[in-house]
């Protein structure tokens, strides 16, 4: 099934449903913190496994612990019901995975 371009209401309306997520130069965007560099990479390759799975992938940028995730459909040109899918796919993996403060490791991360 193609991915079907939102609407601005249509995407108002589901942003609510995409918990953290938010529209930022035309894309859903998320930044997540991680414990340190391996679970951020563990996440992205996570989100990887299900992107390819979709054939839906983000645009993102990995910075030590740090993730920025942007979400859009360029077949479409704008966001798409695919990217609230993949959002919440992502929030899965996330949350799953979070940040841990161990003792000893300086400023909590």
Known sequence: MPAKKLSDAEITALLPKAR???????????????KDFVAAFG????VALVAE?????????????????????????????????LAEKINEIFEAFPPVHLPGSGKGQ
């Open 53 to 85: 799975a979709m054939n839906h992938h983000p645009e993102w940028f990995n910075v030590w612990n740090k993730v920025v995730i942007d979400l859009n459909t360029h077949s479409v040109k704008g966001i798409s019901d695919y990217d609230f899918v």
């Open 43 to 46: 996440n992205m390759t996570r």
């Open 20 to 34: 953290g997520w938010r529209v930022v130069n035309g894309k859903l965007h998320r930044e997540f913190s991680c």
